[in-house]
Nanobody, 123 residues
Framework: QVHLEESGGGTVQPGGSVKLSCTAS????????IGWFRQAPGREREFIAG????????WIGDSVRGRSTISRDNEKNTVFLEMNSLKPEDTAVYYC????????????????WGQGTQVTVSS
């Protein structure tokens, strides 16, 4: 079983950027699609990005498309989510998730979850 751990959250000013990292503990991690969900207070959990096992396939959700990039470094067991032009509505807990198939673009089936990292966009 893969264990996922997020890092890189914090408080950012509107218009700023953040780069979140998700590091996996298991050697088998390269067989996992990795994604990112976020959840803001009082709002439903939202699937915002996914990346294929090899990293060649990526999916970005409408709410962050055009200002976000997902990438992975399989040698370092790490996936990155970089977000730019941050808005107050991006404030949320961001979760790294994984599943042992290559349907990275489908929000269903992500069954491994990290603990989450808080991103707060505020001046």
């Amino acid at each position: 079983q893969v264990h996922l751990e997020e890092s890189g959250g914090g408080t950012v000013q509107p218009g700023g950027s953040v780069k979140l990292s998700c590091t996996a503990s298991a050697r088998s991690w390269s067989s996992y699609s990795i994604g990112w969900f976020r959840q803001a207070p009082g709002r439903e959990r939202e699937f915002i990005a996914g990346i294929s096992r090899g990293g060649s396939g990526t999916w970005i959700g409408d709410s962050v498309r055009g200002r976000s990039t997902i990438s992975r470094d399989n040698e370092k067991n790490t996936v990155f989510l970089e977000m730019n032009s941050l808005k107050p509505e991006d404030t949320a807990v961001y979760y790294c998730v994984g599943k042992d198939n290559n349907y990275y673009f489908n929000k269903e089936g992500y069954d491994v979850w990290g603990q989450g990292t808080q991103v707060t966009v505020s001046s």
